[in-house]
């Protein structure tokens, strides 16, 4: 069954320091999304992503966050100067047709989870 | 989104089916049912969506009220595994006025423990 990979799986980094996350959608997917899950919170919506461009964002979304589809293939999350309150699992999802669809479901990756120390 | 209340716990009996509700009484007439559930922190997995209908796949069988405030999410022979967070979500779809609302709303969802 098709799935949406991520990595890295886990990374530690320093304050300060650039991370990029890294998501493989699902084959033929058109929307992309970001969600996170700080330890023992809800799992909440960053981002979502269509046709090359940012379709949706939240309050937590703020220019301290980037995300690209670099190719036809990969959908990256890139966290500027990360901060100690950045810690959290990450996860990207995909859906293979958006909110005009009935059939539309979003499918989740197994995370990656980010520490900042 | 309309808002869900679903209860913080609840626990089954390993092999008996697990009936987890969810009031949606704010739902409206475009707005779908989605159940998701998450293992330990692994990513959420989804389960079953539904409209009005009730729906069955292979892994649960969603009931839905007539009057759509309610609904339940029935897993038919519970196991071990089946242990988790479970999310029922409501979320907007099939108008175009709501491009760019695709993002699912996570609440706190049911904590099912499956006793064995």
């Known amino acids: 069954e098709p799935e949406v990979t991520q990595t890295p799986s886990h990374q530690v980094t320093q304050m300060g320091q650039e991370v990029i996350l890294r998501c493989v959608p699902i084959s033929n997917h058109l929307y992309f999304y970001w969600y996170r899950q700080i330890l023992g919170q809800k799992v909440e919506f960053l981002v979502s992503?269509?046709?090359?461009?940012?379709?949706?964002k939240s309050e937590i979304f703020d220019d301290q966050f980037s995300v690209e589809r670099p190719d036809g293939s990969n959908f990256t999350l890139k966290i500027r100067s990360t901060k100690l309150e950045d810690s959290a699992m990450y996860f990207c999802?995909?859906?293979?047709?958006?909110?005009?669809?009935?059939?539309?479901?979003?499918?989740f990756g197994e995370g990656s989870w980010l520490t900042v120390v | 989104d309309a808002k869900t209340t679903q209860p913080p716990s609840m626990d089954c009996a390993e092999g008996r089916a697990a009936n987890l509700p969810c009031n949606h009484s704010t739902i409206s007439g475009n707005e779908y049912v989605y159940w998701y559930r998450q293992i330990h922190s692994q990513g959420p997995q989804y389960i079953i969506h539904g409209l009005k209908n009730n729906e069955t796949n292979e892994m649960a069988s969603l009931i839905i009220t007539e009057d759509r405030k309610s609904s339940t999410l029935i897993l038919p022979h519970a196991t071990l595994r089946d242990t988790a967070v479970y999310y029922c979500?409501?979320?907007?779809?099939?108008?175009?006025?709501?491009?760019?609302?695709?993002?699912?709303?996570f609440g706190t969802g049911t904590r099912l423990t499956i006793i064995p």
């Open positions: 999802a995909s859906s293979p047709t958006g909110p005009l669809d009935s059939g539309n479901t979003i499918y």
């Open positions: 979500i409501v979320r907007v779809q099939g108008a175009i006025s709501n491009f760019g609302n695709e993002k699912l709303t």
């Open positions: 992503f269509y046709n090359n461009e940012i379709s949706e």
